[in-house]
């Protein structure tokens, strides 16, 4: 597979799912909720095809947990190493925002120093880093204020916004914020995750307090570092309507729009680049008819690698870069994760062939990290994890991601 010579390979991660010893409303909701998640895992899980090999694992309250998560934060450089020895050139990571402003308006110059040496490390081994600014967790003082419930509560977003930009050395690639509208949905609609509201009134301001929150960040980004490119990491379905019957094009026509398309309309003047999230393939048929698609991941989810393609070319109508931020799946035996990569980038490659302009793809996730809710029995990993010490595996689909990059310009 060839790809154009700029072209970024690498993967992607989040603070709160990799760092570890974090203090915000994640980790304070874990604790008060880790014994009832632990007690409702049979029922969550039974219907997963390997049930039996996770059960025991997720019925463990220790699992809702984060802790020392991946223990990156003393292990950064260790993970660098890896992306080197991987061909990787670019890495995204987000900033954990309850560690630069623990308190509020207080800032914390030890905070900012771990991702200015993490930064460093990455440039000296010449990967770009994508900086997310928000990938969903916040300062307890912050969720105590009402989160972004209220449109005052953003002015305190943009100052740790300006704060990071203007200390922050050798970024270029800003992402502001990840999945606004599945945050929104699972903490302030569905009400699954913290805060866990149930309103669909209080969901659509949050979604658009987030909208604010992003366009004036951009303006902030810009004008402290007018040369920074500044996008969001996107995550969009692809609808797919089942034999076009009119009722469904019609049915896929209105979510598309609702779940793929209003936030990217709502901020197009302040993004430079799009990032695109893409993990489900959704067939929309009035009747009930099911994806046939036989490979599932661990968790559940429909393996549909080639939706990527149909994805890109919807997002080549606004005329901007376009980057595959996170694309991949829980996988703990290593069965299925190479195949999707190599399918995955074959749909990327035809995509550019088709006029696309896409620029990277980053895989979700460089390790086994703390999935939300679900806590550490998934395994996304490019690196296989053991969470007991720490202890840093290169699982093989690895080694053949790493094989395709090198053998990709």
Known sequence: ?????????????????????????????????????????????????????IIKEAQKPQNYISAFASDQIHRYKEDVQIMRESNFNAYRFSIEWSRIEPKNGEFSRSGLAYYQNLINELKKNRIEPFTTLWHWTMPIWFDELGGFSKRANVIHFLRFVKYVVKNLKGVKYYIVLNEPEVITNKSYILGDWPPQKKSLVLGVRVLHNLIFAHNQSYKIIKEILPQSKVGIAKHNNYFESYKNRPINKLIAKILDYFANQYFIKKTIKYLDFIGLNYYFHRRIDIFGK????????????????????????????????????????????????????????????????????????????????????????????????????????????AKIYAKIIKESS
């Open 1 to 53: 597979m060839k790809f154009p010579k700029d072209f970024y390979f690498g993967a992607t991660t989040s603070s709160h799912q990799v760092e570890g010893g974090n203090f915000n409303n994640w980790s304070k909701w874990e604790k008060q909720n880790a014994q009832k998640l632990a007690q409702n895992a049979n029922e969550n899980y039974k219907h997963l095809p390997n049930f039996k090999r």
């Open 290 to 397: 099911q994806a046939d698609n036989k490979k599932h991941s661990d968790m559940g989810w429909e393996l549909y690698p080639w939706g990527l393609y149909h994805l890109l070319m919807d997002l080549k109508k606004y005329k901007k870069p376009l980057y595959i931020t996170e694309n991949g799946l829980a996988d703990a035996h290593d069965t299925h994760r190479a195949w999707y990569i190599k399918e995955a980038l074959k749909s990327v490659q035809k995509a550019i062939k088709d006029g696309a302009d896409v620029r990277g793809y980053l895989y979700w996730s460089l390790l086994d990290n703390f999935e939300w809710a679900e806590g550490f029995w998934p395994r996304f990993g490019l690196v296989a994890v053991d969470y007991k010490t720490g202890k840093r595996t290169i699982r093989p689909s």
